[in-house]
């Protein structure tokens, strides 16, 4: 099932989408950490929408992540889900950012967190699409989150990331992130 071709999940119906991922994942009473869209439209970004799912998934039994990709996909749920999102960059998310994620609600015995703000900015600069930098000014207004604060946590994920030119190019948008957001938030 394509992205679009299913309809966008939105504000309003975010927990009809968590309760069919509840249902999925209730046997393993897994623990969910979203990201991306998902994690925007439960931080209350109301114009927001996505069409999938970016999460990662804590379950006792690692081979389960895979199958439960396949069931989520025939509820109409693309899903882009992992043991660890931090991989899913040559750019590192900051030590800890598990213990840092948010808890949301609890569905089924699965437990829903959010990727904290930091961390989420952060991953918004490793995709560094139009909508992601939409998505980090967002949360630095939410959260007043200032940039010297992303640059410094900025600098820590790039210390500890395997070195290749993907640094370059984060750093780029870092660059150009600070200029947009110091564009929009000053007016």
């Known amino acids: 099932m394509e992205r679009n071709l299913v309809p966008p999940f939105t504000h309003l119906n975010l927990n009809r989408v968590l309760m ?35 999460a990662e998934v804590s379950v006792s039994d690692i081979k389960f992540i895979e199958n439960a990709g396949k069931e989520l996909k025939k509820r109409g749920i693309v899903a882009d889900i ?31 967190y959010l990727l904290s703000p930091i961390d989420l900015i952060l991953s918004k600069l ?35 990331s395997p070195k290749s030119t993907e640094i370059l190019a984060f750093k780029k948008n870092l ?4 200029e947009k957001s110091e564009k929009s938030l000053n007016y």
């Open 126 to 160: 490793r995709v560094f699409r139009e909508i992601d930098l939409e998505d980090a000014i967002y949360l630095m207004k939410r959260f007043n989150i200032g940039i010297d604060e992303i640059k410094r946590k900025a600098e820590i994920a790039i210390s500890i």
């Open 82 to 112: 992992s043991d660890n999102i931090s991989r899913w960059s040559m750019i590192d998310l900051l030590p800890d950012y598990q213990r840092r994620a948010k808890p949301y609600k609890s569905i089924k015995g699965v437990n829903f």
């Open 20 to 54: 069919s991922i509840a249902d999925v994942f209730e046997e393993q009473k897994a623990k969910v950490i979203l990201a991306g869209g998902l994690a925007m439209i439960a931080y209350g970004r109301k114009d927001r929408h996505t069409y999938d799912l970016d």
């Open 175 to 178: 660059k150009y992130f600070e």
